[in-house]
């Protein structure tokens, strides 16, 4: 069950490091052997994503397999370590079934609102992760390297016109 999850989130976290890795290859020479990786993400960043959703449901599959009864669903649910991932998890539902073609053309500017909501899903696997396993090392060895990203993607989109 942690493999699962443990991989749900790092692909997470990769899919949302993406935008920001383009950001800041920008200001790189053109003949840098990273910009052709970054590009490649950029064109298959919604994979991640998918694949993000299909490790959360198979760590939540086995945490239902090995739980096995309802009613101490129920009961575990309402712990804020868990409620926070089933928060994380539904927030992620709804992403991974509008992440196609089709609900791109359908939803149109309101799809990339939706997908906005990925940030809000990484900040409580975040906390799931660390309120589950208190290991803060692998967490923020993840989760910093993305926020340190996020934050640039910000600055960037905020002040490069001034």
């Known amino acids: 069950m942690h ?8 692909l997470l976290v990769i899919s949302l490091a993406i935008t920001p890795l383009r950001y800041l290859c920008k200001s790189w020479s053109s003949t840098t052997p990273v ?3 970054v590009m ?14 299909i490790y959360a449901g198979l760590h939540t599959l086995l945490y239902l397999h090995d739980t096995w009864d309802f009613e101490e ?3 575990h649910a309402v712990r804020p370590e868990m409620l926070i991932g089933w928060i994380g ?3 992620l539902l709804p992403l991974a079934l509008t992440s196609n073609h089709t609900a791109v053309q359908q939803l149109g500017r309101w799809w990339k ?11 409580c696997v975040f906390l799931h992760w660390i ?14 390297v993305l926020l340190i990203l996020q934050i640039y993607r910000i600055y960037r989109q905020r002040f490069s016109d001034r």
Do not use: C, K, N
């Open 40 to 53: 490649w993400l950029m064109a298959r960043r919604r994979y991640f994503g998918v694949a993000s959703f």
């Open 113 to 123: 609102t939706l997908q906005r909501f990925a940030h809000l899903a990484a900040l």
């Open 35 to 37: 910009i052709p990786v």
């Open 89 to 91: 998890f539904f927030i």
């Open 3 to 10: 493999t699962t999850g443990t991989f749900s989130a790092r």
């Open 73 to 75: 669903v129920l009961i």
């Open 131 to 144: 309120l589950f396993d208190f290991l803060l090392t692998e967490v923020l060895s993840w989760f910093s």
